[in-house]
């Protein structure tokens, strides 16, 4: 998989023109699975010394969800599940979109494994029927 990070504000221009540019990507580099993700600073958690307020998009939880939100980008993440295994490791499951199915279940695997090492966090994909 190629791994693209871009600075946060020009995110929105590159999600613009992302389908076009991962599909010309993709058939550069043979096959290969291209990702775009924002450039995002996690902030130490403040101690005693430290009188300022961290600002909430910079906590470890927020730039984590919204690595997980660009992974999966053009479909939505509609639900999350967290299992906790009897040996006490998790397991997120993400539930995503029914609609960009097509689109993106090729590429579950990949999305998976690039947020593991990103994050090293264990995550699984699923489409589930809505509940509507």
């Known amino acids: 998989a190629l791994v693209i990070s871009v600075?946060?504000?020009?995110?929105k221009?590159?999600?613009?023109?992302?389908?076009?540019?991962v599909r010309e990507l993709e058939k550069k580099f043979s096959g290969k699975h291209v990702v775009f993700i924002a450039r995002r600073t996690i902030l130490p958690k403040p101690t005693r010394k430290m009188k300022v307020k961290n600002k909430q998009?910079?906590?470890?939880?927020?730039?984590?969800d919204a690595i997980l939100e660009d992974l999966v980008f053009p479909a939505e993440i509609v639900g999350k599940r967290i299992?906790?295994?009897?040996?006490?490791?998790?397991?997120?499951?993400v539930h995503l979109?029914?609609?960009q199915q097509t689109n993106i279940?090729?590429?579950?695997?990949?999305?998976?494994?690039?947020?593991?090492?990103?994050?090293?966090?264990?995550?699984?994909?699923?489409?589930?029927e809505p509940l509507f």
């Open 57 to 64: 998009n910079r906590t470890l939880t927020a730039v984590h």
């Open 105 to 128: 279940e090729h590429k579950v695997d990949t999305f998976a494994a690039v947020y593991k090492k990103l994050t090293g966090k264990e995550v699984t994909f699923e489409f589930p």
């Open 7 to 11: 600075p946060v504000p020009q995110l």
């Open 13 to 21: 221009s590159f999600q613009k023109i992302q389908a076009r540019l």
């Open 97 to 99: 979109d029914k609609t």
């Open 83 to 93: 299992r906790v295994r009897l040996d006490g490791s998790r397991l997120m499951k």
